[in-house]
């Protein structure tokens, strides 16, 4: 195939908005590659033009003068990969365990911060999905009801791409899966309102400014300079520590460890282990996760290749009881609770659907903004085959001899969130996370053009700029993000609609329960319900049932 670089594009590769870099050779020779396997089945000529934006690059390519842009998220300048060396069990070639510094527990850590919706998102626009109990059915029924529905149309979208609450931390990972998950920043429409009014910026296209205006005006984050990363996130730099391949991270001189060393006999000269070098790059991570998902071994999996166990809810549990705890410190005394109506299946001893309020589908549709750590966090005892979890105690476990604060392990442990994501009845006990402050400017450069800049790092804007401080429009709302006194079919698989007896009679005909064998069941829905509905959406496909049957029927004995 044909491939010419025009000498205006070479020019093009080495511009950058805000400061101009050079290509080198070993870079050149990337994007050669890129192009001859993007065209490989094309007798047409390629012209490339790369335009750098940290630490997204954006790749343009013209078939015939078309434009195609083609996005490489995580991808900067020195990083997108990661070496690791690891200890490997020849017989039976699984993973022992792993060596790392900083740079890959530190990626291990962040996907505890990702929320539940990006985490659905990713995982179910892979080759080989991934369903996550009911949670890929709730993120559907966000998408298919009606806009009108909603407060306005940016709460469906903050539902749909939930921002991550330690994301001020976790820009600076040298591997990002959710990078893929576009961030949009939105102006108000009148510029009087965002420079001497409210002074308000969006995530979300749409959303009401606070003088009734929407903030349709788009622009793009210049991402901070290289001064402003320290080399390390959550771990201390130069931190050294080891991984199991179930995804416990330990210390090297913990005392499991060192009887781990000893019993596998390393050094001696009949040793059955062996040493090897892996390079993981950003898609292992995400199949790390996917795996940590569904398999006590994904280490081995990903990284020896392993024969692929199937992705699927198939691989949880379908079928568990999550017991409501006695503790009086748990329960609480006088709070204000939902009322659902169940409808049941007497002779199957399922539930086969509730009517709801708004009130109730805010609640769930709340487990999309919520961190993975929130999750984990309730999952004690459960039966799953997965073994994030692990991650998690892990995060808990270290001290500050590793982690850079008890600040940083508590946004590893599920008490961050994005601001706001919360609203009135929320049952999480989560607060808003760190948000950087960000910049908006303009000024005139010497050659009379007008040039604008968004950012979260002062230090790139110019000294003669007109600098405007924005504040992140916080879209808690009192009433969740649902329009108040709509009812709602919900069914055991947490499917949503507006309520609907067509719905209702197609889930009975479903399940092949006849009319004569249901009947209808009141329950109210607190603090402890909503936390174990939230672990029930997670890791089986029938939430409703397994948290409220037992309550209903004493002789209910749960299925694992």
């Excluded at 101009?20 to 050669?32: E, Q, T, V």
């Excluded at 903030?215 to 080891?242: W, Y």
């Excluded at 390079?279 to 020896?304: A, F, G, H, T």
Aim: one cysteine or more; glycine letters at 6%.
């Amino acid at each position: 195939m044909s491939q010419q670089l025009s000498k205006s594009n070479e020019e093009g590769l080495q511009r950058r908005r805000g400061g101009c870099y050079s290509i080198g050779p070993l870079l050149r020779m990337f994007f050669d590659f890129l192009g001859k396997l993007i065209c490989s089945d094309l007798s047409r000529t390629i012209e490339a033009d790369l335009l750098f934006k940290f630490p997204l690059f954006e790749f343009h390519l013209h078939f015939d003068n078309l434009p195609i842009k083609v996005q490489l998220p995580g991808i900067t300048f020195m990083a997108g990969i990661i070496s690791l060396k690891a200890l490997v069990h020849k017989e039976s070639n699984k993973v022992i365990f792993i060596e790392s510094d900083n740079d890959f527990v530190d990626v291990l850590f962040s996907l505890l911060t990702i929320p539940i919706g990006t985490i659905v998102k990713l995982t179910s626009k892979q080759s080989v999905p991934l369903k996550i109990g009911c949670l890929n059915n709730l993120y559907e029924s966000v998408a298919n009801i009606d806009a009108q529905h909603f407060e306005n149309e940016a709460y469906r979208d903050m539902l749909l791409c939930p921002q991550n609450g330690a994301d001020s931390y976790c820009k600076n990972l040298k591997l990002k899966i959710d990078d893929y998950v576009p961030k949009g920043y939105f102006l108000c429409e009148n510029w009087n309102c965002t420079f001497f009014e409210n002074r308000l910026l969006s995530h979300y296209k749409g959303d009401r400014c606070q003088c009734g205006r929407c903030m349709n005006l788009s622009c793009t984050l210049t991402g901070p300079s290289l001064s402003e990363q320290d080399g390390s996130i959550f771990v201390k730099k130069a931190s050294r520590l080891m991984i199991t391949d179930d995804l416990h991270v330990m210390s090297p001189l913990s005392a499991a460890t060192c009887s781990l060393i000893t019993n596998l006999g390393v050094g001696n000269e009949n040793s059955k282990v062996e040493q090897m070098s892996f390079k993981v790059d950003v898609n292992q991570v995400m199949e790390l996760l996917m795996r940590s998902l569904v398999s006590k071994s994904p280490l081995s999996e990903i990284l020896l290749r392993h024969k692929e166990q199937k992705l699927s809810s198939e691989n949880l549990c379908e079928r568990f009881y999550i017991g409501l705890p006695e503790s009086k410190d748990i329960l609480i005394e006088n709070e204000e609770k939902i009322s659902l109506k169940l409808t049941v299946s007497k002779s199957k001893n399922i539930v086969c659907y509730a009517e709801a309020g708004e009130d109730f589908v805010n609640l769930l549709f709340s487990f999309l903004t919520l961190p993975l750590g929130v999750i984990l966090r309730h999952m004690q005892d459960v039966p799953w085959d997965g073994c994030i979890d692990h991650l998690f105690q892990s995060a808990h476990d270290l001290d500050e001899q590793y982690l850079k604060s008890n600040y940083h392990k508590e946004i590893l442990l599920g008490s961050k969130t994005y601001p706001g994501f919360s609203y009135e009845n929320y049952f999480f006990g989560t607060e808003d996370g760190f948000v950087a402050p960000y910049y908006y400017a303009y000024w005139w450069t010497s050659e009379r053009r007008l040039t604008d800049i968004l950012t979260t790092d002062k230090s790139r804007i110019p000294s003669n700029a007109v600098t405007v401080p924005l504040k992140l429009k916080n879209n808690q709302s009192p009433q969740g993000y649902l329009k108040g006194a709509t009812m709602f079919t919900v069914t055991d698989k947490l499917i949503i609609r507006p309520l609907s007896p067509i719905l209702g009679f197609s889930v009975l005909n479903e399940l092949e329960v006849p009319i004569a064998d249901i009947k209808e069941e009141t329950v109210q829905v607190g603090k402890v319900e909503a936390l174990h509905l939230l672990v029930a959406s997670f890791v089986c496909d029938s939430a409703l049932t397994n948290v409220f049957f037992r309550q209903l029927n004493k002789d209910y004995a749960p299925r694992f």
